[in-house]
């Protein structure tokens, strides 16, 4: 099954036609380096071939920026990404940093990175890969159709709300804050609208409505945004029953909109449909303007790190959206997500998918099943 383009209208700015485009690269941590490193050279490859020049430059993130320049996103690397056209993100964090806090953690880099570039919508397409139906943890003949966009909004809620422990002994207490203003919801629901109109026209916003304020502000805005987009059907879904329904009949999904903390657990549930959590990708974008960052979904895996075996797609297909999103190069893309399929029908395929290839092969085997530059048309 050829999966839909999801981009489109609105957020991401394709420009197409330059010759010329800057990639910062952020490796990170963990397995971070090693799945950035393949998405670098399919993008350099595709790019080429596209007659796009592609400068990468890159600079550390997270543990890896700690340990070199003593915090998680030196200004320097932060510079670097607000000068470049995208960011390739690998992963920050591991377990020789788990004792830091706030502001010092490895994560604090990604976190800080959503809120200076802007990036309030986040993009999770979820499909079903033919080569591997039959090892995902669902019913092959369930997933076979699936092929649906996440979109998760990115900087408000509970990851961004005032937190805050006081007390001591068993009456010590802890408060994460959930707050949603008005303009933050319309704002990611309204892409979401425009991605749907995109694609074939169903919208899915999901909240908790039932029981938190910001979920019925999130379901009136929701809802008065639908209205201002006739030709998208809407429904909306309570959170807990849909994170049932998500896995029970996928297929029937076209874009499913959430708060941030929901969309980030709904998008690791949704990784049951592929199979695994490293064929995941990710577009992090600023409706308005200015550098979009791709990430694989999956974090710096520790218990692999350094071993050559992690499943380099989920950071390959986080570069096929940066291609469509914000390279203007569409078909390069679909170039890069057709890649993907021949190299899993050849069985090449890493541990986390059942095999014994290592990354390197992996990357190779993409590489391989890209179009030959010579067969390769001028425009995309
Ligand atoms: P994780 O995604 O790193 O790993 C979860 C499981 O999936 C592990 O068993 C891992 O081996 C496997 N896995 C993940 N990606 C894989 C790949 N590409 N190929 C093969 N197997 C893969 O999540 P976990 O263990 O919860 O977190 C590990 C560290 O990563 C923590 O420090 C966490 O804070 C950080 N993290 C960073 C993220 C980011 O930078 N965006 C996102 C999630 C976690
Ligand atoms: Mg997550």
Redesign the pocket.
């Known amino acids: 099954m050829e999966s839909q383009p999801i981009a489109t209208t609105g957020g991401g700015h394709p420009r197409s036609g330059r010759d010329h485009a800057r990639v910062a690269v952020l490796p990170?941590?963990?397995?971070?380096p090693e799945?950035t490193a393949a998405a670098a050279a399919v993008l350099q490859r595709v790019a080429a071939a596209h007659g796009l020049t592609l400068e990468l430059a890159e600079r550390p993130v997270?543990g890896a920026a700690i340990e070199s320049e003593g915090a998680p996103l030196p200004e320097a690397t932060l510079r670097l990404c607000r000068e470049s056209d995208a960011v390739l993100?690998?992963?920050?964090?591991?377990?020789r940093w788990?004792h830091l806090r706030g502001d010092a953690r490895?994560?604090a880099a990604?976190l800080r990175l959503r809120r200076e570039l802007g990036l309030c919508v986040n993009l999770r397409p979820v499909r079903a890969f033919p080569a591997l139906c039959g090892r995902s943890p669902l019913r092959p003949e369930v997933i076979r159709e699936a092929d649906f966009v996440i979109v998760r909004e990115l900087t408000g809620g509970a990851y961004f709300g005032e937190h805050a422990r006081s007390g001591s002994g068993m009456d010590e207490s802890a408060h994460d804050t959930m707050v949603y203003t008005r303009r933050e919801v319309a704002r990611v629901v309204g892409f979401a609208c425009r991605l749907a109109r995109s694609r074939r026209g169903r919208l899915t916003s999901v909240d908790k409505a039932n029981a938190l304020w910001s979920g019925r502000l999130w379901r009136d805005v929701a809802t008065e945004v639908a209205a201002q987009h006739p030709d998208v059907s809407v429904e909306h879904a309570l959170v807990d029953s849909f994170a049932l329904r998500m896995l029970q009949d996928p297929a029937r999904l076209d874009v499913v909109v959430a708060e941030n903390l929901f969309g980030d657990i709904l998008s690791d549930e949704a990784a049951a449909i592929p199979g695994?959590?490293?064929l995941m990708a990710s577009a992090s974008l600023n409706p308005e303007g200015g550098p979009a960052l791709y990430?694989?979904?999956?974090?710096?895996?520790?218990?692999?790190a350094g071993r050559g075996?992690?499943?380099?797609m989920?950071a390959i297909l986080s570069a096929a959206l940066m291609l469509e999103h914000s390279l203007g190069l569409p078909q390069a893309a679909r170039e890069v997500r057709q890649a993907v399929d021949r190299a899993l029908e050849a069985g090449i395929l890493?541990?986390?998918l059942g095999g014994t290839s290592t990354t390197e092969e992996m990357t190779a085997a993409v590489l391989r099943a890209l179009p030959a530059p010579a067969t390769l048309g001028a425009g995309s």
């Open positions: 990170g941590d963990g397995i971070g799945v997270g993100f690998g992963a920050a964090g591991g377990p788990d490895p994560g990604t695994s959590l490293g990430e694989p979904i999956h974090g710096s895996a520790p218990d692999i075996i992690a499943d380099p989920g890493t541990p986390d």
